[in-house]
């Protein structure tokens, strides 16, 4: 069985990864499925904002609903070392 995680669990998951590099992606439906790399700059107590680094959109801002309903996926990536 799927492991389900609920609104308190998706904000503290989010304030732990806040200021982490992540990979983000996106489900839009209909097979529109976007993939974007960034980091979680801000979170707040309905949303948080993702501020991208490789896109000509500068930040997307997402629900903890997003996260609970699978909207949106994020996966902690290390970040190249310079």
Do not use: W
Request: one cysteine or more; a positive charge; hydrophobic letters at 40%.
């Amino acid at each position: 069985m799927k492991k389900t995680i609920d609104v308190d669990g998706a904000k503290q998951f989010i304030f732990d990864m806040l200021g982490r590099n992540v990979d983000v992606k996106l489900n839009r439906g209909r097979n529109k499925i976007k993939h974007y790399k960034g980091v979680i700059s801000e979170a707040h107590s309905n949303v948080f904002i993702i501020k991208l680094t490789d896109d000509i959109f500068d930040r997307i801002s997402c629900s903890y609903i997003d996260l609970v309903c699978g909207e949106i996926s994020l996966k902690e990536h290390a970040s190249p070392i310079v």
